[in-house]
């Protein structure tokens, strides 16, 4: 469940320098915040993959 919110902490370490900012940062953010977990498939990794699969059948091989 908590995959996603480790990956976007790991993001948040790459966009600041210093990483007791970076901590102080989540801790504010998801202090009250209510993570929801959504099992369903997702519309981005769909649209991606029928962009990729497109782009392939272009290219000559």
């Known amino acids: 469940m908590f995959d996603g919110v480790l990956q976007n902490t790991i993001i948040y370490y790459a966009s600041f320098t210093d990483s007791t900012m970076t901590v102080a940062a989540v801790d504010r ?26 782009t392939d059948q272009k290219q000559p091989k």
Do not use: G
């Open 29 to 54: 953010l998801v202090h009250h915040a209510v993570i929801l977990e959504i099992l369903a498939p997702s519309f981005r990794q769909q649209a991606a993959l029928q962009r990729s699969s497109s």
